[in-house]
């Protein structure tokens, strides 16, 4: 299980201390449930960049408290049955069933790296079909008429909320989750919802063209701001602006994951100004060194923020189900604005997600592709390293299924085309002038001998 704790290295509280505190915590607010796994001491202490000792003995304290229990020879996990009455009674867990072997399906196009979407080879396709099947030869009739609710299946809408929970640190009931058909809706809705025709919006420049074009046709003024370092810049946000379109977990295109205290800036900013945050959190399950920052929604009670993820980026993109998770006090028009829109998503893909997501298979298929991604993008910027000597910047966070690269050689995207290489050039996110000799460079869906290949061929 890969999970977000924050520590705080200047902090005079010990590290030991604060890991011990946040699992504390995290399982008696529900957020880590009783017994699911939790990371080995080594995975936690990678993640977090302390000793693993340090991380040893606050797994040894919260063992002999009676909050997590260690099985030999199969790991450690959150205990059942806890020494608080704190945490409230839940659902228990369906059991387990394994994962078969994955199909495999051939594309071409090797040296396409214009797309970032999933590897479709390493899906567990059969293992879907199988949960799919599950509910087909049950037949619940809620499953194919019309759902008594837009907000989505009930139980998924649980799993979701207790997903995010643990790996982002996202704070709300399942009662605040919306399921949409993709984050794509969940941005039209917000849309909809949260600005009128004429009103200020501030957006990332560059940024999402999906999210600029929504905003455009619903008629709104867009107020583009400039990302550094640290991601958008929170005080050139105007004050006049109602809705704020953030990615701060890997900012698209530059890459760049927003500090914490610039989140906390942002968030300030918003409160101050009657302002609402939209979260999109698209490719967040992708980090591949340092420890991940919480989702910008639980990082302060009652923020002012609309928290959208998807699932085509972890699974398959033509599974059109994403969510949003709303303040408590605006669930009820997203609701309203879903049902205007199509009533609902398709309720037997809910049911079979709402069973992947339980038995523990899509935690287990992010952890295989972190890897198989992480190893990608090394190939990718070692290439470049290697063949351009310098004279090509690879931009932001070791994360996501994309790189932003910056080349001082101008004659990149000739040899390009005159050599087989697709490119996405990053002039399209943004809203002014942009960068000369700058792309999008995709890698997840490339094996690791293309990619080499592909620069190669930029290169030569």
């Known amino acids: 299980m890969r999970v977000t704790i924050s520590v705080d290295p200047a902090s005079a509280t010990p590290l030991q201390r604060q890991i011990y505190d946040e699992w504390r915590r995290g399982i008696l607010t529900g957020r880590f449930r009783g017994g699911e796994r939790v990371p080995s001491t080594r995975d936690l202490a990678r993640t977090l960049e302390v000793a693993r000792t340090t991380v040893t003995s606050a797994y040894e304290q919260l063992i002999s408290e009676g909050y997590l229990e260690a099985a030999h020879g199969s790991g450690t996990f959150v205990c059942r049955e806890l020494p608080d009455d704190l945490l409230r009674t839940r659902r228990p867990r369906a059991p387990r069933t394994p994962a078969p072997e994955a199909i495999t399906t051939v594309f071409a196009g090797a040296l396409n790296f214009s797309q970032w979407r999933p590897d479709l080879n390493e899906f567990p396709f059969a293992l879907w079909r199988r949960l799919l099947n599950r509910h087909l030869r049950t037949f619940r009739p809620e499953l194919f008429d019309y759902a008594r609710t837009s907000a989505g299946f009930a139980p998924l809408r649980e799993e979701i909320a207790a997903y995010v929970a643990r790996s982002r640190a996202v704070n709300c009931t399942a009662d605040q989750v919306l399921i949409v058909n993709g984050s794509q809706q969940g941005l039209d809705l917000c849309a909809r919802i949260l600005a009128e025709p004429g009103d200020p ?24 701001v400039r990302i550094d370092g640290d991601g958008i810049i929170a005080s050139e946000v105007p004050e006049s602006a109602r809705v704020i379109y953030v990615t701060p977990s890997h900012q698209f295109p530059t890459g760049v994951s927003m500090t914490l205290a610039r989140r906390l800036e942002l968030i300030d900013r918003a409160r101050r100004n009657g302002a609402v945050i939209v979260e999109d959190d698209y490719d967040s399950e992708y980090r591949y060194s340092g420890s991940p920052l919480p989702a910008m929604q639980g990082l302060a009670e009652n923020a002012p923020v609309v928290y959208i993820g998807t699932f085509s980026k972890v699974m398959f993109p033509a599974l059109r189900i994403g969510y949003l998770i709303a303040p408590p006090k605006l669930v009820k028009a997203f609701v309203r604005a879903k049902w205007l829109v199509d009533r609902q998503t398709a309720m037997l ?12 298979h899509l935690e287990r298929h992010i952890r295989r592709m972190r890897r198989l991604y992480g190893a990608r993008r090394e190939a990718l910027t070692s290439s470049l390293a290697r063949h351009f000597l310098g004279s090509a910047t690879c931009l932001g966070e070791a994360a996501g299924m994309h790189v932003l690269v910056r080349f001082d050689d101008d004659c990149v995207a000739a040899r390009a085309v005159a050599r087989g290489v697709q490119l996405n050039d990053s002039a399209m996110y943004y809203l002014g002038k942009a960068p000369e000799s700058e792309f999008v460079f995709g890698f997840s869906a490339l094996g690791e001998r293309a990619i080499r290949e592909g620069v190669r061929r930029l290169a030569k």
Not at 349 to 360: I, P, S, T, V, Y
């Open 349 to 360: 893909e809910q049911a079979a997600l709402a069973d992947f997501l339980r038995e523990g």
């Open 201 to 224: 919006v501030a957006i990332e420049n560059p940024g999402y063209q999906g999210a600029r074009r929504i905003l455009e046709a619903r008629g709104v003024r867009l107020l583009p």
